[in-house]
């Protein structure tokens, strides 16, 4: 490789470099303004299941180091959350120059729905599936049993289940970007509407607790979702795409 093609790949790695640096920075100053109200922010995480624990009943810490270091990793958690915005500013603003002008168009709207998305997602988990499916588990706890969750535990869980539903309310970006990709069509979709339910209801099953109505709860808002997709494809179909950038 010769000194002129080496230079450009130097300076996309530095620009690279940068970026990283700069969502790093920002992911460390929200930790740091956050930090010292860790344990108020897993108190308000934690207010769905306390809610509904039994009277005298309480979360438990079974390691000694436990009660300092989860509400520590809690606060990184929600401090990557509230710096995604600026992360995905970084990578935009990274991958953006080698673009064609109509995906330029594409792809911002999609980065932009895609994270509020994410957020809606998490949101519907906190302030709908929690207070549902705690109700449930606390109300099936059988006699002479306490119901005492560690707040380590307690933390994977729910973090997994604001994932989950975080990626699953991503279904219309991920349609939009098989439809304009060429991938498929709409009318394939449409086709395949019935799989898709049965998909959809089986997503639900593995990514939540085994009850009913989480399972209902995750698969009924990617139904919908799915049918959003649909209909925001077909202002990005590939011909489309092909005519803009002609």
Not at 33 to 42: H, S
Not at 219 to 246: H, W
Request: overall charge negative.
């Amino acid at each position: 490789m010769s000194v002129e093609e080496s230079q450009p790949l130097i300076s996309h790695l530095v620009e690279l470099r940068n970026r990283l640096l700069h969502a790093l920075a920002c992911i460390g100053i929200i930790f740091a303004l956050l930090v010292f109200w860790a344990n108020d922010i897993y108190s308000l995480l934690a207010t769905p299941l306390t809610e509904r624990l039994p009277e005298g009943a309480t979360m438990i810490a079974t390691n000694v180091v436990t009660p300092f270091f989860t509400p520590i990793k809690l606060t990184l958690v929600v401090a990557v959350f509230f710096s995604v915005p600026y992360i995905l500013y970084q990578i935009w603003a990274f991958v953006a120059p080698a673009l064609y002008k109509h995906e330029k168009r594409l792809v911002y709207p999609l980065l932009l729905s895609s994270t509020l998305l994410f957020y809606v997602g998490v949101a519907f988990a906190y302030y709908v599936v929690f207070p549902l499916v705690f109700g449930f588990l606390t109300s099936t706890t059988p006699a002479g049993v306490t119901m005492a969750t560690d707040i380590a535990s307690y933390l994977d869980f729910v973090l997994t289940i604001f994932l989950a539903f975080g990626v699953c309310f991503e279904v219309p970006v991920a349609i939009i970007l098989l439809c304009w990709s060429g991938v498929t069509t709409v009318e394939d979709l449409k086709k395949k509407r019935p799989y898709i339910i049965v998909i959809a209801f089986v997503v639900g099953m593995l990514l939540t607790p085994p009850d009913m109505f989480s399972q209902t709860l995750l698969a009924i808002p990617m139904i919908l979702l799915f049918e959003v997709g649909l209909i925001f494809s077909r202002f990005y179909t590939k011909e489309q795409s092909d005519n803009d950038g002609a």
